[in-house]
């Protein structure tokens, strides 16, 4: 099993670095971010854009990156993708688990172990519906 | 008892709020002079975290020292520094003071401040550290275990209504609400079709949400070059610049 594991890892690592520069967050939520990675934004910012994007749509941090939340935006509403994926753009995306870094989002997604929160955070999505 | 909140949740009124002045010098009598300029003005004054990214005096022990002198503080926390142990201790400590008005913001980044090279946190970003605050309203940290008493924060936002992607911003703000945040302070902004765009879409999903517009006083059109040029997710339109440097030949009296 470990030997399959790491297998998957690599794989997984082989694909998404040159494609989306993959840090291996282990928790992947490029499907609902209009296939751009939120974690090449300098504040890995989950949940949108922040307040110091420039005029011209590029980053704060780097002006001469296009802002990620910029980017995203333009490809959630442009890009064919499935309307399932389209409306998970506004989830409230919980903080990253640090734990999971350097780990396969791959098999974190089939064992869901990418979907366990904070008990405090659990609570307050159960008792005020879905983000 | 906040005042703020009242005000905003149970009146029409328009509620004006203002920015206290950093604390580098002057110590207590300082913030005492501060307050006593801001206090008859002002429902509720925000307390800064490291306004831009240069260190002050504290967040919280600013809003404790405006407490102290009668002036209601907005208590900022800002997510670039502080890990989600260090926000929800800030919290903590708000609470324990009796400080209900508190603003989560994400933040600017490292590189606008005077030490570039010190290491950016944001382990949240605001809308989580929104969330956060609507969980320890909810008698736990994050973690779920108790805090008790539970707060009973009003817990604030900001959002930049003037900066792209400019049609998502409406959707952004909204997500702040749905994670708690029952008003939302504006960024600075020269653009009034943004800001009208901006305020229409919200009131559309959330009628009566409070949102509060910044301005801010200048004495020549060099500021507005100046953040136009150098502070990012702020625009400044050269007509605007224009029509301020022409009153520029009067002498200031």
């Known amino acids: 099993m470990p030997k399959l594991l790491n297998l998957l890892l690599a794989v997984e690592h082989g694909m998404k670095k040159p494609v989306w520069d993959c840090t291996m967050c282990g928790q992947c939520v490029l499907h609902s971010t209009g296939m751009t990675c939120p974690m090449t934004c300098p504040k890995t910012l989950r949940n949108g854009p922040c307040g110091g994007v420039r005029e011209d749509g590029h980053c704060e941090v780097k002006p001469e990156m296009r802002c990620v939340w910029v980017k995203a935006y333009d490809r959630k509403v442009s890009l064919p993708l499935p309307t399932v994926w389209k409306e998970h753009y506004n989830d409230l995306r919980p903080p990253v688990d640090m734990q999971l870094k350097g780990t396969s989002s791959w098999v974190n997604l089939i064992t869901k172990r990418d979907q366990q929160t904070p008990a405090g955070w659990?609570?307050?999505?159960?008792?005020?519906?879905?983000? | 008892m906040s005042k703020l909140r009242d005000l905003l949740t149970q009146t029409k009124d328009v509620v004006y709020t203002a920015e206290f002045p950093v604390i580098d010098g002057g110590g207590m009598e300082q913030v005492k002079k501060n307050v006593d300029r801001l206090a008859p003005w002002f429902v509720a004054v925000n307390a800064t975290d490291n306004t831009a990214a240069h260190a002050h005096a504290s967040n919280v022990s600013v809003a404790i020292a405006m407490k102290q002198h009668g002036l209601e503080p907005i208590m900022q926390i800002v997510c670039r520094d502080k890990n989600r142990l260090a926000v929800q201790a800030d919290m903590a400590g708000a609470n324990l003071h009796g400080i209900e008005n508190i603003a989560l913001l994400t933040g600017d980044d490292v590189t606008a401040g005077d030490e570039p090279e010190t290491?950016?946190?944001?382990d949240l970003d605001g809308p989580q550290a929104?969330?956060?605050?609507?969980?320890?309203?909810?008698?736990?940290?994050?973690s779920g275990r108790k805090l008790n008493p539970a707060p009973n924060f009003f817990i604030c936002s900001v959002e930049n209504p003037f900066a792209p992607p400019h049609d998502y911003r409406i959707e952004r703000a909204l997500k702040k609400h749905r994670a708690g945040a029952q008003m939302i302070q504006l960024q600075i902004g020269y653009h009034p079709d943004?800001?009208?765009?901006?305020?229409?879409?919200?009131?559309?999903?959330?009628?009566?949400?409070?949102?509060?517009?910044?301005?801010?006083?200048?004495?020549?059109?060099?500021?507005?070059?100046?953040?136009?040029?150098?502070?990012?997710?702020?625009?400044?339109?050269?007509?605007v610049i224009d029509r301020v440097a022409q009153y520029n030949r009067f002498p200031p009296r």
């Open chain 1, 122 to 131: 659990a609570k307050r999505k159960e008792q005020s519906g879905s983000h």
């Open chain 2, 119 to 122: 290491r950016r946190v944001f």
């Open chain 2, 130 to 142: 929104i969330n956060v605050a609507s969980i320890l309203n909810a008698g736990t940290y994050l």
């Open chain 2, 194 to 239: 943004r800001l009208e765009k901006f305020c229409a879409g919200v009131a559309a999903t959330v009628p009566g949400l409070a949102i509060i517009p910044s301005v801010v006083l200048i004495k020549s059109a060099k500021p507005l070059s100046f953040m136009n040029d150098k502070v990012p997710g702020i625009s400044v339109p050269q007509e």
